[in-house]
């Protein structure tokens, strides 16, 4: 019998988590009576034992609204967590304290919501033999469990706002414009952007690409009366014969490198190659941030209702996944450490190439 449940977020914010909380929160009180602890920034509040008891006013609200009411954190991780004492930094299995925090409140089962590092930590939990449901979330859309991660298609969506509003200028001025995205080592958000936004190259992670080649579709446009090109270029982007460009290291987090630059690596080769003004945005954290578009807040909330079921039907262990149309739970061994990138020969890759798109490959 199922009584009390927590939830925790956990890795980098990602519209569509307060969706999600709401969910767990509703249908856990609503519909089967039972208490809801939500623990604070990621796996430290569950380190720290800082929690909140959730009432259903609680998740009043908070449906369209970015960011997440328990906050979160992707440095803390809890088998190699860092703790601080007289100014000594040391890093310390926390996972038994976790567990005893989570027993402390006879807690029958967490929800965990979060990307690959979350969600590995919580398979880690569940082999320990903790309660635990997994809840798939990143912008990157790069978990192989599921078909979908909830706030990709919103993260699409500002990229490609993006891309309309950088025609202006691109058009104006007679420039090549630059659109570096997020997606770490996946491309769907260039890819879908990009496709979405129309842009003349996308450059993915996955197809790694030659500049010459880029040049060469930017001269073929000029040659056809296009003075313009508009470049979307994933934040994992890597030439042919370069590796991709890190902006930092964040040596306490489960995954240090930071990516970021290569948008600005690849104005420069462009601007010597052709003389042609080139200039960049990047898109950074407005694709993290903000309302989650209603295709984000239905499977938030299909994802969040889930979670709950499966625990009251004793199913633990799991992620909640959609495969096709329908919600699924998959387990948590299957579901991590497995990235899902964009397959070079895939549909979409196909249908941009048939346009002319280049890959720069
Ligand atoms: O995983 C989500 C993500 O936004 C990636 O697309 C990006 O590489 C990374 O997180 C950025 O992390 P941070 O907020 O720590 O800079």
């Not at 954190?73 to 890093?91: A, C, H, L, M, Q």
């Not at 993006?162 to 958000?189: C, P």
Request: glycine content about 12%.
């Amino acid at each position: 019998m199922i009584k009390r449940i927590g939830v925790m977020t956990g890795g980098g914010d990602c519209p569509g988590l307060n969706a999600v909380l709401r969910a767990v929160v509703r249908t856990a009180i609503l519909k089967y009576g039972w208490e809801v602890y939500g623990f604070k920034d990621g796996y430290r509040g569950l380190v720290m034992n800082e929690y909140v008891k959730l009432k259903s006013n609680d998740v009043s609200g908070i449906l369209d609204k970015g960011g997440t009411i328990l906050g979160s954190s992707n440095r803390d991780n809890p088998f190699n967590f860092r703790i601080e004492r007289d100014g000594k930094v040391e890093y310390k299995d926390m996972s038994e304290r976790v567990i005893d925090n989570i027993n402390m409140h006879k807690i029958d089962c967490m929800v965990l919501i979060g990307g690959d590092g979350t969600l590995t930590s919580a398979r880690d939990f569940a082999r320990m033999g903790l309660n635990v449901v997994g809840v798939p979330k990143t912008i990157d859309n790069d978990l192989s469990g599921t078909d979908l991660t909830f706030g990709f298609m919103t993260a699409v969506e500002t990229a490609t706002d993006a891309i309309d509003k950088l025609h202006s200028t691109a058009e104006s001025h007679h420039r090549v414009m630059i659109l570096e995205v997020m997606g770490r080592y996946a491309g769907w958000i260039a890819l879908q952007s990009g496709i979405a936004g129309g842009a003349d190259a996308i450059l993915i992670p996955e197809i790694p690409y030659d500049i010459k080649k880029v040049v060469e579709m930017i001269q073929r446009r000029r040659r056809e009366g296009k003075h313009f090109s508009i470049i979307v270029a994933a934040e994992g982007a890597k030439a042919v014969d370069g590796d991709v460009v890190v902006s930092k290291v964040v040596h306490d987090s489960p995954d240090p490198i930071r990516l970021g630059g290569v948008g600005n690596q690849i104005a420069e080769q462009i601007e010597k190659l052709t003389g042609i003004e080139t200039r960049v945005a990047v898109l950074g954290h407005l694709q993290r941030g903000g309302r989650p578009n209603p295709f984000d807040r239905i499977l938030s909330t299909r994802f969040g209702v889930a979670a709950v079921e499966y625990i009251n039907e004793g199913k633990f262990g799991i992620m909640v996944s959609l495969k096709g149309d329908e919600i699924t739970a998959i387990p948590l061994e299957e579901a991590v450490g497995k990235l899902k990138t964009v397959p070079p020969e895939g549909e979409l890759v196909k249908i941009a190439k048939s346009l002319g798109v280049s890959f720069g490959d």
